[in-house]
């Protein structure tokens, strides 16, 4: 197994992940349910977590991925710049959602108000996940490279990369 493979393998678990969790917290919230609000935020938890290994791998599999000529570098390289700001969202939903799992723990009166943020970070994390795994599948995935790709590709197809100066 390479690093390409492991990136492929984890990197569906944040996408998912921050997607089922973001439901799961709206829905506890909604019913205030207790069980569903805390499974929500550990999912959350456990989603965040993957996406750092899934971009911790990214590099490597990025490596991986050199070696293959019809993939387009322009395409890798967009999705690890779209990676990193979902990267910037994901980090601080996470620990927002630690902390409000710590607060519903120890029975805090401002767990509502956490929810409420979490919640709202969550969907825009959410959101993000959900795009930076459409740019991860165009690198290979053919069926995603609608016009806008297309032309991203053309308009890039002779960018050099930053290593070969």
């Not at 993939?71 to 980090?91: F, Q």
């Not at 767990?111 to 969907?123: E, G, Q």
């Not at 991860?136 to 016009?147: A, D, K, L, W, Y």
Request: glycine share 8%; proline share 2%; aromatic share 10%.
């Amino acid at each position: 197994m390479n690093w390409a493979y492991f990136h492929l393998a984890i990197n569906h678990f944040p996408i998912i992940g921050t997607i089922i969790g973001t439901i799961l917290i709206f829905v506890g919230f909604t019913t205030n349910h207790k069980g569903i609000k805390i499974s929500g935020l550990g999912t959350l938890v456990f989603a965040i977590l993957m996406a750092i290994v899934a971009f911790l791998t990214g590099n490597p599999a990025e490596e991986a991925m050199k070696a293959i000529p019809e993939v387009a570098k322009s395409l890798v390289s967009r999705h690890e710049e779209i990676a990193a700001v979902g990267m910037y969202l994901l980090i601080p939903t996470g620990l927002l959602a630690a902390l409000t799992l710590y607060s519903i723990w120890k029975n805090e009166k401002s767990v509502r108000f956490l929810m409420v943020i979490t919640l709202s970070l969550s969907l825009i994390s959410s959101a993000s996940m959900v795009y930076v795994g459409r740019t991860g599948g165009q690198i290979r995935h053919s069926e995603f490279h609608g016009e806008s790709v297309k032309q991203y590709m053309i308009l890039h197809q002779n960018d050099k990369e930053e290593d070969e100066d």
